[in-house]
């Protein structure tokens, strides 16, 4: 696949992602999995690109004051050594891609069936036990395959009532960021001898214009319901591809 079509999907991808308070990282691994690229470099680029994506987004929700850091603590503080373990893990690229594809169709389900609550729901007492060891094992799962987590960590704080809808996207926001330079770091020791900067920067140039444009135009254009069940749709059909190709 040429880049210049790469960059177009990833503008495409990091708009629908970012308007429901995600980095895109599943997908961006998908397309760039069943492009052929190296998996390191896939890795990589994933990572990258979750940070461009979501960075923005955090920062929103810190001027908005959705960012309950005591709840979040709990999160963080187990999924960055995780997912630091995770990226330094050396697993073969069969190994990879079954775990790419796992992730995936797993991911689509989470997707589908997240409970929708409105803000004013009930919303369950703090439990940092379970937070913790929630965090942790996504990061572990994030870091081996380069995603930031999000994707997996937001429709289960849902089911668990953790808190606002708004709160929870903001968390899932933060999740990406730090288990993205988490993965990052733990990668650094075994990058390919050859990495394909200038495309990295296409790419990131690409999510850098969508995500952007996702989090200041769908969420008010269009239903975060439909959104996210087309893209779960997009990711299972993306898992699919990645284990039978």
């Known amino acids: 696949m040429q880049d210049w079509l790469?960059?177009?999907?990833?503008?495409?991808?990091?708009?629908t992602y970012a308007s429901v308070g995600f980095g895109g990282g599943s997908s961006y691994l998908a397309i760039l999995a069943l492009a052929g690229l190296p998996f390191q470099e896939i890795r990589l680029t994933a990572l990258l690109c979750n940070i461009i994506v979501v960075s923005g987004g955090v920062w929103i929700?810190?001027?908005?004051?959705?960012l309950d850091w005591r709840k979040i603590l709990p999160l963080v503080a187990m999924s960055i050594p995780a997912a630091f373990l995770g990226a330094t893990m050396r697993i073969g690229q069969e190994t990879f891609f079954t775990l790419l594809g796992l992730s995936l169709l797993l991911a689509a389900a989470l997707l589908w069936f997240q409970p929708q609550r409105p803000d004013e729901a009930a919303i369950a007492a703090p439990q940092p036990l379970r937070d913790g060891l929630l965090g942790g094992g996504i990061g572990l799962l994030s870091g081996m395959v380069g995603?930031?987590?999000?994707?997996?960590?937001?429709?289960?704080?849902?089911?668990?009532?953790?808190?606002?809808?708004?709160?929870?996207?903001?968390?899932?926001?933060?999740?990406?960021?730090v288990n993205s330079v988490s993965g990052i770091a733990g990668q650094l020791a075994h990058l390919p001898s050859e990495v394909h900067w200038n495309r990295i920067a296409l790419l990131g140039a690409a999510v850098l214009i969508g995500g952007q444009a996702g989090s200041r135009i769908s969420i008010t254009y269009f239903n975060p319901l439909l959104i996210r069940r087309l893209t779960a749709v997009l990711v299972l059909v993306a898992g699919l591809e990645v284990l039978t190709t």
Do not use: M
């Open 147 to 177: 995603i930031g987590g999000g994707i997996f960590l937001s429709p289960l704080l849902h089911f668990f009532r953790w808190d606002t809808a708004r709160k929870i996207a903001a968390t899932a926001s933060v999740f990406i960021l």
């Open 6 to 15: 790469l960059a177009l999907c990833f503008v495409v991808i990091s708009f």
């Open 61 to 66: 929700f810190h001027q908005n004051k959705q």
